[in-house]
């Protein structure tokens, strides 16, 4: 395995989205767990790091530009978490208004088979064109 790649593992367990850190990303993103509810994820795409929304103010988060970015930012309806290391291209999982997260952002070995595996649960979403 890469070190420098985050250890995340995401899967749809029974009608949730299940994201899993292990190791030293457990500490770095204040969680080991995520568990969001099938239905409150509006879709998955594959996005260039530069084509992402900004990430805000972190709480508890680590953002180390260019490094690190792991956590909760943002606050309200834009709260969003990131796990994601040096990776040009990621993972973004929408969900709805009222969700624990606006989205999720996320570093994974290979974004295009991930998404093409969760699709079918949980839909494509397609971000506006001014992000």
């Known amino acids: 395995m890469n070190p420098l790649a985050p250890a995340v593992q995401v899967d749809v367990v029974d009608d949730n989205l299940v ?3 292990r190791g030293l990303d457990m500490l770095v993103a204040f969680r080991r767990t995520l568990k969001i509810p099938a239905d409150h994820v509006r879709g998955v795409v594959v996005q260039p790091r ?3 929304p900004q990430i805000g103010f972190y709480f508890p988060g680590i953002a180390v530009p260019g490094v690190l970015v792991a956590g909760a ?3 309200g ?3 969003s978490f990131w796990h994601v ?3 040009e291209l990621l993972l973004r999982v929408e969900c709805h208004p009222g969700a624990e997260f606006r989205r999720l952002v996320l570093q994974v070995p290979d974004p295009t088979a991930l998404a093409g ?3 079918p649960r949980l839909g ?5 064109e001014s992000v």
């Open 19 to 21: 994201v899993r850190m």
């Open 50 to 52: 530069d084509r992402l």
């Open 73 to 75: 930012f943002g606050f």
């Open 77 to 79: 309806d834009d709260r």
């Open 85 to 87: 290391r040096r990776a």
């Open 117 to 119: 595996r969760l699709r």
């Open 124 to 128: 494509s979403y397609v971000p506006p």
